[in-house]
């Protein structure tokens, strides 16, 4: 049996990409997932899809920029499932774009959505995990977490931000048997480019974008992380594809 049977998941960004992929493969290995976005039709569509091949999934629509329906999010899971085992800290955004052009309101939306909403997950799910003394905080950064290229620097930021918060929630919470896991994909065949407004820099990226690999390769370095034994934390891992030039 896999050690992921049982285990209960919340995936925040379940609605599309890597964390649709990374729902439909934990379902498929037994773990309970708990799925969340803003878009509720696609997490309707995907939790009967995983039903339907004899998997269990519930859904909460969920903003993971608001603390209070981070906080939601966890109860929820708590009172269908009775435990939180695994978060998996993925929805974000990444509207590329140059300084210069000021685009001050997308520029939020990156803090909001990938810091904000990464502090939001880790602080709704440590007081049950404290508690267990069990857990594992899983957090998409990016090959952008390691590196900055022109237009990408407010992006960057944001995931080089939650390495560093992830590094240091695995130095307060080691003793406390709570794992932390950074996954840092390259270009990943997925919506996130949709997210860029400037239409040059978008047909930068698609060219790009031309070697993407598909989300199921990030989910199956999820599966790997979760199913390690609970003495071993898998910290750091990058994933990206083989003609990735970056
Ligand atoms: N694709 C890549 O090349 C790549 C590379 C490196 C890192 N990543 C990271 O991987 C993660 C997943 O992205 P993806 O590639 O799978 O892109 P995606 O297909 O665009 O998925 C992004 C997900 O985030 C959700 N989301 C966005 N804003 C949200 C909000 N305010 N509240 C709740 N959910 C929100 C979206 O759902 P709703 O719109 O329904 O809310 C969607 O499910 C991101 O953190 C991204 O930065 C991706």
């Known amino acids: ?3 992921i049977q049982d285990r209960v998941v919340i995936i925040t ?3 599309s990409g890597i964390g649709e992929a990374t729902a439909k493969e934990l ?12 878009r509720e039709e ?6 009967e899809k995983i039903q339907k091949n004899g ?3 519930i859904y909460k629509v969920t903003n993971v920029t608001s603390h209070e329906q981070m906080e939601e999010l966890a109860e929820y899971a708590l009172k269908e499932f009775g435990k939180i085992d695994v978060l998996v800290n993925n929805a974000g955004v990444m509207p590329q774009s140059f300084l210069y052009k000021k685009k ?8 909001d959505v990938n810091i904000k909403g990464v502090l939001y997950g880790i602080a709704a799910v440590l007081p049950s995990m404290r508690e267990r003394k069990s857990g594992h905080i899983i957090t998409l950064s990016s090959v952008a977490g390691y590196g900055v290229w022109p237009a990408s620097s407010v992006y960057s930021a944001t995931k080089y931000a939650v390495r560093a918060i992830t590094e240091g929630l695995r130095k307060e919470e080691a003793r406390n048997n709570i794992r932390t896991t950074i996954i840092s994909p390259g270009a990943i065949s997925t919506e996130l480019t949709e997210t860029i407004t400037d239409t040059k820099l978008k047909a930068a990226f698609d060219e790009l974008y ?3 690999i598909e989300s ?6 999820i599966c790997f992380a979760i199913e390690q034994p609970p003495e071993v934390a898998v910290s750091e891992m990058m994933i990206r594809p083989t003609h990735e030039k970056l």
């Open 104 to 111: 001050i309101e997308e520029w939020n939306t990156m803090i």
């Open 42 to 47: 696609r997490l309707k569509k995907l939790q």
């Open 13 to 15: 960004g379940a609605s």
């Open 210 to 212: 031309k070697d993407a």
């Open 55 to 57: 998997g269990q999934a």
């Open 1 to 3: 049996m896999s050690t």
């Open 27 to 38: 379902a498929s290995k037994g773990a309970k997932v708990v799925l969340a976005a803003r």
């Open 216 to 221: 199921e390769n990030i989910a199956r370095a």
